[in-house]
């Protein structure tokens, strides 16, 4: 358990700020990253699931639509929102907004990764806007609130499985954002049939993504103990 534990700590130090108060538990464990940080990293995962089950077995490569646009913004503009004003001091957050408005802005992140993935790493891709006609966009939207009970309600019930299940969600996010940046390299470009083509890419990219995180905690311990010394 205190391997775990410490795996955990390594894994959000230098993505999150960790605050008790402000995070999650299963099992007694605390999660790696904050409520707002599980809803994006969570959000994200399910967000590229939906998509998936919704153009089955279609890969859209083109942007959404204005609606879809409109809809990427709104729900990452409330995070935007929520944080900025409990920053200023204006209002204070809660761990259930902090945790909906994360979720909804890895849903939004989704809609624009989901895309670039398709175009990049898939030999066949359709030029079919992602989450369009209208119904596909108001069926990924409405299931933000199920899934956030699911999430809220269902997560602690989880136990130890429940911060297990966010860091990969975390690594499997990053590793997403990499794999785009891969993908563009002639060795990666455009190579996948199948899922199981997508592994030699996807481990580049998990390897970035513990490099990443490695120096982002670095990056961190440096600001901690400048901090220390200018006070």
């Given at each position: 358990?205190?391997?775990?534990?410490?795996?955990?700590?390594?894994?959000?130090?230098?993505?999150?700020?960790?605050l008790?108060?402000?995070?999650?538990?299963?099992?007694?464990?605390?999660?790696?990253?904050?409520?707002?940080?599980?809803?994006?990293?969570?959000?994200?995962?399910?967000?590229?699931?939906?998509?998936?089950?919704?153009?089955?077995?279609?890969r859209?490569?083109?942007?959404?639509?204005?609606?879809?646009?409109?809809?990427?913004?709104?729900?990452?503009?409330?995070?935007?929102?929520?944080g900025?004003?409990?920053?200023?001091?204006?209002?204070?957050?809660?761990?259930?907004?902090?945790?909906?408005?994360?979720?909804?802005?890895?849903?939004?992140?989704?809609?624009?990764?989901?895309?670039?993935?398709?175009?990049?790493?898939?030999?066949?891709?359709?030029?079919?806007?992602?989450?369009?006609?209208?119904?596909?966009?108001?069926?990924?939207?409405?299931?933000?609130p199920?899934?956030?009970?699911?999430v809220?309600?269902?997560?602690?019930?989880?136990?130890?499985?429940?911060?297990i299940?966010?860091?990969?969600?975390?690594?499997f996010?990053?590793?997403?954002?990499?794999?785009?940046?891969?993908?563009?390299?002639?060795?990666?470009?455009?190579?996948?049939?199948?899922?199981?083509?997508?592994?030699?890419?996807?481990?580049v990219?998990?390897?970035?993504?513990?490099?990443e995180?490695?120096?982002?905690?670095?990056?961190?311990?440096?600001?901690?103990?400048?901090?220390?010394?200018?006070?």
């Amino acid at each position: 358990m205190l391997v775990l534990q410490s795996f955990l700590h390594w894994l959000g130090f230098g993505l999150c700020h960790q605050l008790p108060e402000r995070s999650f538990y299963g099992g007694g464990v605390q999660l790696p990253v904050c409520a707002r940080d599980t809803g994006i990293y969570v959000g994200f995962c399910l967000a590229l699931a939906i998509i998936w089950l919704l153009h089955r077995p279609l890969r859209p490569r083109g942007f959404p639509s204005v609606a879809g646009w409109i809809a990427c913004a709104t729900m990452i503009g409330l995070m935007a929102l929520d944080g900025t004003t409990q920053l200023l001091g204006f209002r204070s957050s809660t761990n259930e907004l902090r945790l909906m408005t994360g979720l909804m802005t890895g849903f939004g992140i989704g809609m624009i990764l989901t895309p670039m993935l398709n175009d990049c790493v898939w030999k066949t891709s359709h030029n079919r806007r992602v989450l369009e006609p209208l119904w596909r966009l108001a069926a990924f939207v409405g299931a933000i609130p199920l899934l956030y009970a699911g999430v809220w309600w269902g997560g602690p019930y989880l136990g130890i499985v429940y911060p297990i299940a966010v860091a990969i969600a975390v690594l499997f996010t990053l590793t997403c954002v990499n794999m785009v940046m891969v993908c563009m390299t002639p060795w990666f470009e455009r190579k996948a049939d199948r899922l199981r083509d997508v592994w030699p890419a996807a481990i580049v990219g998990l390897a970035m993504s513990l490099l990443e995180v490695w120096m982002a905690g670095l990056l961190r311990d440096l600001l901690v103990a400048l901090a220390e010394r200018l006070t």
